[in-house]
């Protein structure tokens, strides 16, 4: 199994820094990354795909990057309503065994 | 608008069975795959298996191959997890994901909200 090491698990920041969430992949997983934002209590809503396209709606102060085994997520300028928890996902799989595994988890707070 | 929408919360004893649901609207339901979540108080996503809507093939995580069981009914639209015998350990958010795969990249979007399982000893 693909295994994903998330950093850090938690981040204390201020409204306008930047931020920088990374994602260690055990073995090579390509680009197939993706990134998610949990607000407490609510589900996951996808930001990021295949490492660096942000999905649809998205605002460009977030983004992605990385190939292989480390990847990056980054925050330009945080917003009020940026504070939540990000997790990294890994697709890397073949038709038989699809595998995806999340990362820890870092929680963003003020 | 595309949406998963999920049964409601559930509050059970161990030992006894339960299904729950999740309904797709807003796109052709036998496109897409569709996956399933947890999310144990407090703690992280754990993917748990995934089912092509005609239901002719299913795959699970091996964390939870024989200790849950998805199907789908493609005439209604909806993907379902089951439990023959629910567990104290089985408390948890469950999250019903739909998803989407272009090349060999994979992600899931939309998120149903969620059904909570409440299991007490």
């Known amino acids: 199994d693909i295994q994903m090491t998330q950093s850090p698990s938690s981040l204390s920041a201020s409204l306008g820094d930047r931020v920088t969430i990374t994602c260690q992949a055990s073995?090579?997983?390509?680009?197939?990354l993706n990134w998610y934002q949990q607000k407490s209590g609510k589900a996951p809503k996808l930001l990021i795909y295949d490492a660096s396209k942000l999905d649809t709606g998205v605002p460009s102060r977030f983004s992605g990057s990385g190939s292989g085994t480390h990847f990056t997520f980054t925050i330009s300028s945080l917003q009020p309503e940026d504070f939540a928890t990000y997790y990294c996902q890994q697709s890397q799989h073949n038709d038989d065994l699809p595998s995806y595994t999340f990362g820890q988890g870092t929680k963003l707070e003020i | 608008e595309v949406q998963l929408v999920q049964s409601r919360t559930e509050v059970k004893k161990s030992g006894e069975s339960l299904k729950i649901s999740c309904k797709g609207s807003g796109y052709t339901f036998s496109i897409y795959w569709i996956g399933w979540v947890r999310q144990m108080p407090g703690k992280g996503l754990e993917w748990m298996g995934i089912?092509?809507?005609?239901?002719?093939?299913?795959r699970y995580s091996p964390s939870f191959q024989g200790q849950v069981t998805i199907s789908a009914d493609k005439s209604t639209s909806t993907a379902y997890l089951q439990w023959n015998s629910l567990k104290a350990s089985d408390t948890a958010m469950y999250y019903c994901?739909?998803?989407?795969?272009?090349?060999?990249?994979?992600?899931?979007?939309?998120w149903g909200q969620g059904t909570l399982v409440t299991v007490s000893s």
């Open positions: 089912i092509y809507p005609d239901a002719s093939v299913i």
């Open positions: 073995q090579d997983i390509s680009n197939y």
């Open positions: 994901v739909l998803t989407k795969t272009y090349g060999s990249g994979t992600w899931f979007d939309p």
